[in-house]
């Protein structure tokens, strides 16, 4: 009798316990990040919330909606998840810009780390690199332009290389190397976590650079060992995964710099 169908089935609730749904929407949402929330819903800049775009373990990505209506991508980080604290610190000490920064708090090394993926994307995104618009910060949310059509993300490079033509890839490849020498030689920032997983492709093709919140400045001690990294990743996956011939030489990439 169709008309008498429950709206949640049971088979629906056991799926959902399956997943742990309940469990992510408590770990994420304690009560200092709704206040966070609800301030930002204050303020105008969330209308509302949305499905979960990504839901990784140091961070979760909303879409979520705007007073214009205009898609938003929200990203909450955890301020549960202690492993990633003791990892965040490197990239945080020996940065001039957060000299001042003394740990305490576990909260406050995750708002710190919030703060700089904000500013990264600030500076990224005023000197005109492919990145996601920043819009607004707040404890350890972090509001942004949402990057896809129809409220669905572009995909990442790791989703859809395999769908793209030589002529695509090598088109891909060069775009990346071009916001890489944006990024070190126009923002002074070294990416630090360059990879398949953290580039967009929209159609055209044309590429999205996201992930910015490890990203240290040139000046940090370690950022030519990062930026090596970074380039080694890249022509690792374009050669060995994507199978293309014409990769460039990372010394000759490190040249140019
Ligand atoms: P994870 O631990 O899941 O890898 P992360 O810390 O790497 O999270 P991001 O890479 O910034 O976080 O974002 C996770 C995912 O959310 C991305 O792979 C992408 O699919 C989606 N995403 C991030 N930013 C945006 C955006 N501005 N617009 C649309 N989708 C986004
Ligand atoms: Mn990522």
Known sequence: ????????????????????????????????????????????????????????????????????????????????SAVFKKGMLKYIIGDPRFEDFKPGDTRDIIYAWTRKEFRNLKRMYNI??????????????????????????????????????????????????????????????????LSEYNVMVKPGPDIIIIDVSQAVHIDHPNSLEFLIRDIKNINRFFREEAGLNDIENVDEIIGVI
Do not use: Q
């Not at 990784?56 to 705007?66: P, S």
């Open 1 to 80: 009798d169709e008309d008498f169908e429950p709206i949640i089935k049971r088979r629906d609730l056991k799926r959902y316990k399956d997943k742990d749904l309940f469990e992510t929407v408590e770990e994420v949402f304690d009560t200092k990040t709704v206040m966070t929330i609800l301030y930002l819903m204050r303020k105008r800049i969330i209308r509302r919330m949305n499905g979960v775009i990504s839901a990784g373990k140091e961070a979760r990505v909303y879409l979520g909606f705007g007073w214009k209506n205009e898609p938003l991508a929200i990203k909450i980080y955890l301020t549960s």
């Open 128 to 193: 005109g690199v492919k990145v996601p618009r920043p819009i607004t910060f707040k404890n350890n949310v972090l509001v942004m332009e949402f990057m896809g059509e129809n409220n669905r993300r572009f995909p990442l490079l790791v989703e859809v290389y395999s769908h793209l033509s030589i002529d695509e890839l090598k088109k891909v490849y060069e775009y990346i190397l071009e916001e890489l020498f944006k990024i070190v030689c126009k923002a002074n920032l070294v990416h630090g976590d």
